[in-house]
């Protein structure tokens, strides 16, 4: 049941090998990025939203991102999905979006709003 504090979060650590991947796909394999690209972060908070809260069926209306400082290539990065605002009426979720290093630090932060069909049910 989705609920005011709800959150899931996921760790995942990128490699250098990530990074070569990551440059092949975007058809430049003259730059592999030497930190995490905002595109593979954001990636975490769609799966986080799609598969985990609030999960099958959520439909992104809008999300903003706001990055804080470069993700280090080999580090574990946790990103994670809150409920800050439920509005069953509307079938509205807006969730606050954090992704972190170990120590603490601030990678991104920003906002996400879902359509969910059952806002109110499990």
Do not use: W
Request: with cysteine.
């Amino acid at each position: 049941m989705l609920e005011i504090g709800a959150k899931k979060e996921i760790t995942r650590t990128y490699t250098d090998e990530d990074m070569r991947d990551f440059a092949v796909l975007a058809g430049d394999l003259a730059s592999v990025p030497t930190s995490v690209p905002g595109p593979l972060i954001g990636g975490l908070f769609s799966y986080l939203l799609g598969v985990e809260l609030p999960g099958r069926g959520t439909n992104y209306l809008k999300q903003s991102l706001e990055f804080l400082a470069p993700a280090p290539v080999g580090q574990a990065l946790t990103a994670s999905v809150t409920v800050s605002r439920l509005r069953p009426e509307k079938h509205l979720v807006d969730l606050e979006t954090v992704c972190s290093t170990p120590d603490g630090t601030r990678i991104c932060q920003g906002r996400a709003l879902v359509y969910v069909e059952d806002v109110g049910k499990d």
